[in-house]
């Protein structure tokens, strides 16, 4: 069964960058959208920013400018630069990839924390 690891997450201040990342393991062939979603405490999880198999990329307004989107088809796997960070970008972040056998699959989560 497929599963999605991620990587990256932390803290840092307020216009700090981090690089957050999500491999899918064992590698899959099959996939289509790779993506991210965030949650903030007390919050409902908010789509964030994906990329098609076409590399056409979708950003959410919040974070448009300040993140890119990349991933890498050999290993499966899904790339966000988030630079210019801000406080309210504090969250959660979930990767998710479509699978065409298994449907959507979702990573567990890395902590995203920036400081004011």
């Known amino acids: 069964q497929v599963q999605l690891v991620e990587s990256g997450g932390g803290l840092v201040q307020a216009g700090g960058s981090l690089r957050i990342s999500c491999a899918a393991s064992?590698?899959?062939?099959?996939?289509?959208?790779m993506g991210w979603y965030r949650q903030a405490p007390g919050k409902q999880r908010e789509w964030v920013v994906f990329?098609?198999?076409?590399?056409?990329?979708h950003y959410a307004d919040s974070v448009k400018g300040r993140f890119t989107i990349s991933r890498d088809n050999g290993k499966n796997t899904v790339y966000v630069q988030m630079n210019s960070l801000k406080p309210e970008d504090t969250g959660v972040y979930y990767c998710f990839m479509d699978t065409y056998a298994n449907g959507r699959r979702w990573g567990q989560g890395t902590q995203v924390t920036v400081s004011s």
């Open positions: 064992p590698t899959y062939s099959s996939i289509s959208t």
């Open positions: 990329i098609t198999k076409e590399d056409s990329t």
